[in-house]
Protein backbone atom coordinates (compact mmCIF):
# COMPACT_ATOMS: atom_id res chain seq x y z
CA UNK A 1 0.00 0.00 0.00
CA UNK A 2 1.14 3.77 -0.23
CA UNK A 3 2.56 5.24 2.17
CA UNK A 4 4.00 8.22 3.37
CA UNK A 5 6.93 7.95 6.22
CA UNK A 6 9.09 10.35 8.75
CA UNK A 7 12.25 9.80 10.10
CA UNK A 8 13.52 9.92 12.52
CA UNK A 9 10.37 9.58 14.57
CA UNK A 10 12.55 11.03 17.79
CA UNK A 11 15.04 13.02 17.88
CA UNK A 12 17.15 15.13 20.28
CA UNK A 13 20.02 17.71 19.00
CA UNK A 14 21.71 20.58 20.32
CA UNK A 15 21.54 24.00 19.78
CA UNK A 16 23.15 25.30 16.65
CA UNK A 17 23.73 22.30 14.69
CA UNK A 18 22.34 20.78 11.62
CA UNK A 19 19.61 18.55 11.95
CA UNK A 20 17.51 16.91 8.72
CA UNK A 21 13.93 14.85 9.41
CA UNK A 22 13.03 12.77 6.28
CA UNK A 23 9.70 12.34 4.36
CA UNK A 24 9.20 10.09 2.14
CA UNK A 25 6.28 9.19 0.21
CA UNK A 26 5.16 6.25 -1.99
CA UNK A 27 1.84 8.18 -3.41
CA UNK A 28 3.42 9.67 -6.12
CA UNK A 29 2.34 12.67 -5.18
CA UNK A 30 3.11 15.78 -6.70
CA UNK A 31 2.58 17.96 -3.47
CA UNK A 32 4.23 18.07 -0.22
CA UNK A 33 4.15 20.15 3.09
CA UNK A 34 6.46 20.18 6.25
CA UNK A 35 4.04 21.42 9.35
CA UNK A 36 4.94 22.21 12.30
CA UNK A 37 2.70 21.59 15.88
CA UNK A 38 2.81 23.19 18.82
CA UNK A 39 0.72 23.72 21.70
CA UNK A 40 -1.98 26.93 21.32
CA UNK A 41 -0.69 27.17 17.27
CA UNK A 42 -2.11 23.89 15.54
CA UNK A 43 -0.29 23.34 13.05
CA UNK A 44 1.32 26.02 10.69
CA UNK A 45 3.42 25.52 7.39
CA UNK A 46 6.80 25.72 7.53
CA UNK A 47 7.39 24.88 3.40
CA UNK A 48 6.07 23.37 0.65
CA UNK A 49 6.74 21.99 -2.99
CA UNK A 50 4.23 21.08 -5.75
CA UNK A 51 6.85 19.44 -7.75
CA UNK A 52 10.51 18.68 -7.90
CA UNK A 53 12.67 21.45 -8.10
CA UNK A 54 9.88 23.56 -6.84
CA UNK A 55 10.07 25.17 -3.01
CA UNK A 56 8.10 27.53 -1.33
CA UNK A 57 8.15 29.15 2.05
CA UNK A 58 5.42 28.97 4.56
CA UNK A 59 4.28 30.84 7.64
CA UNK A 60 7.43 30.33 9.78
CA UNK A 61 9.88 29.13 7.54
CA UNK A 62 12.73 31.19 8.94
CA UNK A 63 15.52 28.98 9.68
CA UNK A 64 14.02 25.79 7.86
CA UNK A 65 15.00 24.87 3.94
CA UNK A 66 13.59 22.06 2.12
CA UNK A 67 14.57 20.76 -1.08
CA UNK A 68 13.06 18.61 -3.97
CA UNK A 69 15.15 16.48 -6.20
CA UNK A 70 12.57 13.66 -6.76
CA UNK A 71 9.11 12.95 -6.49
CA UNK A 72 9.06 10.61 -3.34
CA UNK A 73 11.26 13.18 -0.99
CA UNK A 74 10.66 16.41 0.70
CA UNK A 75 13.85 16.55 3.36
CA UNK A 76 13.19 19.39 5.79
CA UNK A 77 16.63 20.87 7.21
CA UNK A 78 17.61 23.14 10.69
CA UNK A 79 19.95 24.63 9.03
CA UNK A 80 21.34 25.67 12.79
CA UNK A 81 18.84 24.39 15.59
CA UNK A 82 17.43 26.45 18.49
CA UNK A 83 15.46 25.87 21.67
CA UNK A 84 12.05 27.29 19.70
CA UNK A 85 12.53 24.84 17.13
CA UNK A 86 11.50 22.14 19.72
CA UNK A 87 8.16 20.81 18.27
CA UNK A 88 6.58 18.39 16.28
CA UNK A 89 6.70 17.90 12.75
CA UNK A 90 4.89 16.60 10.26
CA UNK A 91 4.98 16.13 6.53
CA UNK A 92 2.01 15.32 4.17
CA UNK A 93 1.39 15.13 0.58
CA UNK A 94 -1.10 15.66 -1.97
CA UNK A 95 -2.18 14.63 -5.21
CA UNK A 96 -2.56 17.13 -8.62
CA UNK A 97 -4.85 17.32 -10.89
CA UNK A 98 -4.54 19.39 -14.09
CA UNK A 99 -2.11 21.83 -12.14
CA UNK A 100 -4.46 22.09 -9.28
CA UNK A 101 -3.88 20.52 -5.62
CA UNK A 102 -6.51 18.41 -4.46
CA UNK A 103 -8.38 18.59 -1.33
CA UNK A 104 -7.14 16.00 0.75
CA UNK A 105 -3.59 15.90 2.24
CA UNK A 106 -1.90 12.44 3.92
CA UNK A 107 0.21 13.03 6.83
CA UNK A 108 3.18 11.03 7.80
CA UNK A 109 3.29 9.86 11.51
CA UNK A 110 5.15 12.82 12.63
CA UNK A 111 8.89 13.67 14.01
CA UNK A 112 9.34 14.65 17.76
CA UNK A 113 12.59 17.45 17.40
CA UNK A 114 13.77 18.67 21.04
CA UNK A 115 16.38 20.96 20.94
CA UNK A 116 18.81 21.23 24.19
CA UNK B 1 -5.82 36.04 4.08
CA UNK B 2 -8.14 32.93 5.16
CA UNK B 3 -8.34 32.75 8.76
CA UNK B 4 -9.65 29.23 11.17
CA UNK B 5 -11.28 30.21 14.49
CA UNK B 6 -11.94 26.96 16.87
CA UNK B 7 -13.23 28.38 19.81
CA UNK B 8 -13.68 25.43 22.54
CA UNK B 9 -9.96 24.16 23.36
CA UNK B 10 -11.36 21.38 25.09
CA UNK B 11 -14.75 19.61 25.21
CA UNK B 12 -15.97 16.47 26.54
CA UNK B 13 -19.15 13.97 26.02
CA UNK B 14 -20.14 11.04 27.49
CA UNK B 15 -19.94 7.38 25.57
CA UNK B 16 -23.01 6.83 23.21
CA UNK B 17 -24.13 10.42 23.21
CA UNK B 18 -23.56 13.24 20.77
CA UNK B 19 -20.87 16.02 20.53
CA UNK B 20 -20.73 19.41 18.46
CA UNK B 21 -17.11 20.77 17.68
CA UNK B 22 -17.45 24.61 16.09
CA UNK B 23 -15.39 25.92 13.56
CA UNK B 24 -15.58 29.50 12.10
CA UNK B 25 -13.73 30.98 9.17
CA UNK B 26 -13.11 34.20 7.43
CA UNK B 27 -12.52 34.36 3.33
CA UNK B 28 -14.10 36.40 0.57
CA UNK B 29 -13.66 33.67 -1.58
CA UNK B 30 -16.90 32.00 -2.66
CA UNK B 31 -15.48 28.42 -3.34
CA UNK B 32 -13.55 26.47 -1.16
CA UNK B 33 -12.53 23.15 0.52
CA UNK B 34 -13.27 23.00 4.44
CA UNK B 35 -12.29 19.92 6.48
CA UNK B 36 -11.88 18.07 9.85
CA UNK B 37 -9.18 16.20 10.68
CA UNK B 38 -8.69 13.74 13.87
CA UNK B 39 -5.12 13.22 15.87
CA UNK B 40 -5.17 10.51 18.13
CA UNK B 41 -2.28 10.02 21.03
CA UNK B 42 -0.68 8.52 17.69
CA UNK B 43 -0.31 11.87 16.46
CA UNK B 44 -1.16 10.71 13.10
CA UNK B 45 -3.58 12.76 11.26
CA UNK B 46 -6.97 11.52 9.61
CA UNK B 47 -9.44 12.91 7.46
CA UNK B 48 -12.36 12.67 9.28
CA UNK B 49 -14.68 14.65 6.50
CA UNK B 50 -14.93 17.66 3.91
CA UNK B 51 -17.54 19.78 2.40
CA UNK B 52 -17.20 21.83 -1.07
CA UNK B 53 -18.84 25.53 -0.64
CA UNK B 54 -20.35 25.01 -3.74
CA UNK B 55 -22.65 22.36 -2.39
CA UNK B 56 -25.29 23.00 -0.21
CA UNK B 57 -26.21 19.52 1.25
CA UNK B 58 -23.99 18.98 4.59
CA UNK B 59 -21.46 15.94 3.99
CA UNK B 60 -22.02 12.96 6.25
CA UNK B 61 -19.32 10.04 6.87
CA UNK B 62 -21.38 7.44 9.32
CA UNK B 63 -21.33 8.81 12.63
CA UNK B 64 -19.73 12.15 12.04
CA UNK B 65 -21.67 15.05 10.00
CA UNK B 66 -20.93 18.44 9.26
CA UNK B 67 -23.57 21.62 9.52
CA UNK B 68 -22.32 24.31 6.99
CA UNK B 69 -23.65 27.46 6.87
CA UNK B 70 -21.97 29.16 4.25
CA UNK B 71 -23.45 32.97 5.36
CA UNK B 72 -22.65 32.57 8.30
CA UNK B 73 -19.22 30.99 7.38
CA UNK B 74 -19.61 28.26 10.16
CA UNK B 75 -18.16 24.84 10.07
CA UNK B 76 -19.07 22.31 13.05
CA UNK B 77 -18.73 19.00 13.58
CA UNK B 78 -20.74 16.68 14.55
CA UNK B 79 -20.29 12.92 16.03
CA UNK B 80 -23.11 10.74 17.43
CA UNK B 81 -23.26 7.74 19.25
CA UNK B 82 -19.69 8.91 20.92
CA UNK B 83 -17.31 6.09 21.43
CA UNK B 84 -13.82 5.76 23.44
CA UNK B 85 -11.87 5.77 20.24
CA UNK B 86 -13.20 9.48 19.06
CA UNK B 87 -11.01 10.75 22.19
CA UNK B 88 -8.26 12.69 19.85
CA UNK B 89 -7.51 16.36 18.79
CA UNK B 90 -9.61 17.59 15.95
CA UNK B 91 -8.51 20.29 13.20
CA UNK B 92 -10.86 22.51 11.44
CA UNK B 93 -8.82 23.37 8.05
CA UNK B 94 -9.98 25.28 4.79
CA UNK B 95 -8.33 25.47 1.49
CA UNK B 96 -8.96 27.74 -1.24
CA UNK B 97 -9.49 26.79 -5.16
CA UNK B 98 -8.11 29.74 -6.38
CA UNK B 99 -4.72 28.80 -7.48
CA UNK B 100 -2.44 26.25 -5.79
CA UNK B 101 -2.77 26.85 -2.07
CA UNK B 102 -1.55 24.72 1.14
CA UNK B 103 -4.26 24.03 4.16
CA UNK B 104 -5.01 26.88 6.42
CA UNK B 105 -5.62 25.06 9.98
CA UNK B 106 -7.48 25.94 13.09
CA UNK B 107 -5.55 25.55 16.52
CA UNK B 108 -7.63 22.55 17.15
CA UNK B 109 -10.45 20.97 20.07
CA UNK B 110 -9.36 18.39 22.51
CA UNK B 111 -12.28 15.85 22.55
CA UNK B 112 -12.45 13.82 25.81
CA UNK B 113 -14.97 10.41 25.53
CA UNK B 114 -16.45 9.55 29.35
CA UNK B 115 -17.15 5.55 29.59
Known amino acids: DAEITQSPRHKITETGRQVTLACHQT?????MFWYRQDLGHGLRLIHY???????NKGEVSDGYSVSRSNTEDLPLTLESAASSQTSVYFC???????????????FGPGTRLTVL | AQTVTQSQPEMSVQEAETVTLSCTYD???????LFWYKQPPSRQMILVIR??????QNATENRFSVNFQKAAKSFSLKISDSQLGDAAMYFC????????????FGKGTRLSVIA
Open chain 2, 27 to 33: TSESDYY
Open chain 2, 93 to 104: AYRSVVGNTPLV
Open chain 1, 27 to 31: WNHNN
Open chain 1, 92 to 106: ASSESRGGASTDTQY
Open chain 1, 49 to 55: SYGVQDT
Open chain 2, 51 to 56: QEAYKQ
